[in-house]
């Protein structure tokens, strides 16, 4: 269903016309931008918050003429910039795009995401109880808010009570498939490791948790997933494009009808800074299974042109390599890392906000090369394109910690248990 609204802004007076497509989500807060000033219009429907503000509404005089300003908004799709054209309504738009059935697809995870918005705040808490070892609160909450059990007081019956919880409620950002991808792979490698080389295995467990490093790591991971939850409204339209294989061999302008980029700037940093330190974990790995060593980098393998030699003599050197080098120094990288999961430039240019936003047009600017004061290369992505790459990120982080999550089943199950009888 589509509801017509006028809206005059505050700011300037001028109206813009909305065509606004009904969500399911009791709560429905849209934002645009208003096309002449730039002045944020809030739009919310449904629940206690409902209203306007940044603009007065008027009469709705239908059909929209095009000498107005006209804006489509809808919670659960990308939306197109242009004309206003009757029945062009932003599902239509959707379902031509991806077919009926990816639609049916995006709506259960949208339906997953209407019916738990209101309890993310319990897993939150959860997460916390977890990460601060308060052991009777956190086996209460799994028990009375996740319909989890914790059987034991073993750490091992922990973090599975734990990891249930965190896959059922981040389910709606998985990727169909890969979970079990990876856990089949991880296993494979890690008892591949365990048979043919017990000993230098275990001595790269033991780095990893005598240093603290793979705890640290854990609740680092763990600290995204609540900020995923609350950026959930601009990442519906993020899930959609999933299913759209036309926009993802072209990225064309779209626009999001919810919350702004200053919000989740931040969180893609985040993100990919976590996976720049997740790959220790891959490299050490692949050293052991290329070199029977966890500190042993492939030689010269960091030998540049003008002969230095950067190779790192020890996995705590290669911690310290910038992010968009350490790929180079992992030879024949037994772990595959998805497309466009952590993009160099783009981490850069928000790392050091050079990073300039139109929130009318929801364009992005950002000057990734560092050249002084004048920055003249630029890039441009848009808002949706963002959140894209925010959500791909996100499962490349997620799927690394499925890597922390099994290695440390392997210290409780095998190492530890071994090392202590
Ligand atoms: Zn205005």
Redesign the pocket.
């Known amino acids: 269903m589509n509801i017509m609204r006028s809206f005059k ?6 109206i813009t016309n909305c065509r606004i497509g009904m969500s399911n989500r009791a709560e429905q807060p849209l934002r645009f931008c ?6 944020p219009i809030d739009i919310v429907i449904g629940g206690k918050h409902a209203g306007v503000s940044g603009a007065s509404e008027i009469e709705a005089m239908g059909p929209f003429d095009d000498g107005t300003n006209f804006v489509d908004l809808h919670l659960d799709f990308p939306v197109h910039f242009g004309k206003y054209v009757m029945g062009d309504t932003p599902f239509m738009r959707a379902v031509s795009r991806i077919g009926a059935e990816n639609i049916h697809l995006h709506n259960a995870r949208l339906q997953r995401l209407d019916a738990t918005y209101t309890t993310f705040g319990f897993f939150e808490t959860l997460l916390k109880l977890y990460v601060r070892e308060r052991w009777v609160p956190f086996k209460n909450a799994i028990e009375r808010r996740f319909d989890g059990t914790v059987v034991s007081d073993k750490m091992q019956d922990r973090n599975a009570a734990l990891y249930d919880v965190i896959a059922v409620t981040m389910w709606p950002f998985a990727k169909p498939g890969q979970a079990l991808e990876d856990i089949e792979q991880y296993m494979k490698v890690q008892l591949h490791l365990a048979n043919t080389q017990k000993l230098s295995f275990g001595a790269f467990i033991d780095e990893i948790l005598d240093t603290g490093f793979l705890k640290n790591m854990q609740v680092a991971c763990l600290g995204i997933y609540p900020r995923i939850l609350k950026a959930e409204l601009p990442l519906r339209p993020a899930l959609f494009l999933d299913f759209d294989t036309e926009y993802q061999n072209q990225a064309i302008p779209m626009r999001i009808s919810a919350d702004q980029f200053d919000t989740f700037k931040d969180l893609y940093k985040d993100i990919t800074e976590i996976i720049s330190r997740q790959f220790v974990l891959v490299a050490g790995i692949n050293n052991l299974l290329k070199r029977g060593d966890h500190n042993a980098f492939k030689p010269e393998i960091g030998l540049t042109k003008s002969g230095r030699d950067l190779t790192p003599n020890s996995l705590h050197a290669f911690a310290d390599v910038a992010f968009g080098q350490k790929d180079d120094l992992i030879d024949d990288n037994w772990f595959s890392f998805g497309d466009q999961a952590a993009d160099n430039q783009l981490r850069n240019a928000i790392a050091h906000c050079k990073t300039d936003y139109d929130e009318i047009t929801q364009n992005i600017t950002y000057h990734p090369r560092k050249e002084g004061m004048r920055q003249e290369k630029s890039e441009e992505i848009y808002f949706i394109e963002f959140m894209r790459r925010v959500l791909i990120a996100y499962r490349e982080m997620n799927r690394l910690h499925q890597l922390i999550k099994s290695l440390f089943y392997y210290y409780y199950l095998i190492h530890a248990a071994e090392n202590s009888g």
């Open positions: 802004c505050e700011s300037c007076g001028a208003c096309p002449d000033c730039g002045q």
